[in-house]
Nanobody
């Protein structure tokens, strides 16, 4: 089994920054075989792709966050960081990290991620 835990959510004024952290654990997890993605879901909306780090550490971003958010590995390969800058009220959502083995052409598809964290709330006020 694979477990994921998110931390770092909270409240921030528009224009500010927050950093989310995702820690992946489990005997079957191999960071060289799994991609790690960040997704978010706002009230009344579908879950949407935010950013992903492929198993080869290629980075992918949604157009809505490109240039403002940065995904990276932490000090160990089992930790993935999402740095969020220039936050906007429309970034308000529950943020989830997930891991799976999507093909690169489908790395933005949440249905292809098998394991999910519980989520962390990010609220950006105007």
């Amino acid at each position: 089994q694979v477990q994921l835990g998110e931390s770092g959510g909270g409240w921030m004024q528009a224009g500010g920054s927050l950093t989310l952290s995702c820690t992946v654990s489990g005997s079957t997890f191999n960071s060289y075989e799994y991609a790690v993605g960040w997704f978010r879901q706002a009230p009344g909306k579908e879950r949407e792709f935010v950013a992903a780090l492929s198993r080869s550490s290629y980075k992918y971003y949604a157009d809505s966050v490109k240039g403002r958010f940065t995904i990276s590995r932490g000090d160990v390969r089992t930790t993935v960081i999402l740095q969020m800058e220039k936050l906007k009220p429309e970034d308000t959502a529950v943020y989830y990290c997930a891991t799976g083995r999507p093909v690169l052409s489908s790395i933005r598809d949440p249905a292809l991620y098998r394991y999910w964290g519980q989520g962390t709330q990010v609220t950006v006020s105007s």
